[in-house]
């Protein structure tokens, strides 16, 4: 990390709410379930499916983890009711993966079941390092009784390749990702272009062993590889989609879309957006240097 992201992520926390909240508003839907709901039927309405999400994370208390899950239940009724395209997308911490993993597991099912019920899907986000192994354990615990459920894979994750391997004798649904989250030398890669590379690895190998993959980036070069597999190797539409993050890119989303790729919006609310934000902001110092920017002009 270099001084000036030391410095950012010093600083942060004495950031006011309201700036803080101005700069974060593009990408979260709001504190409530109709904000989402409404900012979801008119990206269908644009053409964008939607992944829906309810911030949280490492958890405390089983309550909280309880919670969650009733808020999900909810909001994947509301879904299936408004008739979303969507799906929803959890982190285990939130359900309690740090507390016990039995009871993560659990409440992964009882969303799984909710969603069957409406026709739709779960995916089970990537956290740390540390979340790994439980995290996989829980999604081939929950795959034989379940095929709407999906899992995430970092190219930044030195062990992923192997990982992958085994996910694509099961066909899984994957998310590839960069990986957001700072990690020892030794487990992860940290040159960009590595990162980058390894994406690709991880995105064809899934693709070739019959995984249906999502490519989440805003990365254009990264938008440009995986168009180029998906045509070398006649992918189907219902077999891959482009995924990005509310309120990123707007254009390049567009882009994407009218090329005839699916692309699908990751849309967050809830009323832990301050925390959220604040641990978005310090992994991404480019957004955090605009919200000081902003403090300054303020």
């Known amino acids: 990390m270099s001084l000036f992201d030391r410095v950012v992520a010093m600083t942060l ?3 006011p709410k309201p700036v803080v ?3 974060a508003s593009p990408y979260i839907a709001g504190e409530r379930m109709d904000d989402l709901l409404r900012i979801a039927q008119q990206l269908n309405r644009d053409g964008y499916r939607v992944a829906a999400a309810i911030l949280g994370e490492f958890v405390t208390r089983r309550e909280e983890s309880e919670e969650a899950v009733r808020e999900y239940e909810a909001l994947l009724a509301r879904m299936g009711d408004g008739r979303i395209d969507g799906y929803i997308h959890v982190k285990p911490t939130h359900l309690g993966l740090k507390l016990d993993k039995e009871f993560c597991l ?4 009882t969303l799984l079941v909710a969603a069957r019920r409406q026709g739709l899907f779960v995916r089970m986000d990537m956290e740390d390092s540390p979340c790994i192994d439980d995290t996989l354990d829980i999604y081939y615990r929950l795959r034989p009784d379940f095929e709407n459920v ?4 970092q190219a930044r994750m030195r062990r992923s390749l192997a990982d992958v391997r085994e996910l694509a004798k099961v066909k899984a649904n994957v998310r590839v990702c960069k990986g957001i989250y700072i990690e020892p030398y030794a487990i992860a890669y940290t040159d960009p272009e590595i990162i980058n590379r390894n994406y690709i690895v991880l995105a064809e190998e899934l ?18 590889e995986a168009s180029r597999i998906v045509d070398r190797l006649h992918i189907p539409r219902e077999c891959y989609e482009f995924q990005m993050l509310l309120g990123v890119l707007a254009p390049l989303r567009k882009t ?7 692309v699908r919006v990751a ?4 009323p832990n957006w301050y925390p959220y934000s604040l641990r978005r902001l310090r992994k991404n110092p480019k957004i955090a240097g605009y919200v ?3 403090l300054l002009k303020s």
């Open 207 to 224: 693709l070739a062993g019959g995984c249906t993959v999502a490519f989440a980036t805003h990365d254009e070069r990264l938008v440009w």
């Open 292 to 294: 000081l920017k902003s």
């Open 106 to 109: 659990e409440n992964v099912r």
């Open 150 to 153: 999906g899992v995430v894979m």
């Open 21 to 23: 909240r101005r700069v």
């Open 13 to 15: 926390p004495l950031v």
């Open 256 to 262: 994407i879309r009218e090329a005839g790729h699916p």
């Open 267 to 270: 849309v967050p609310y809830g």
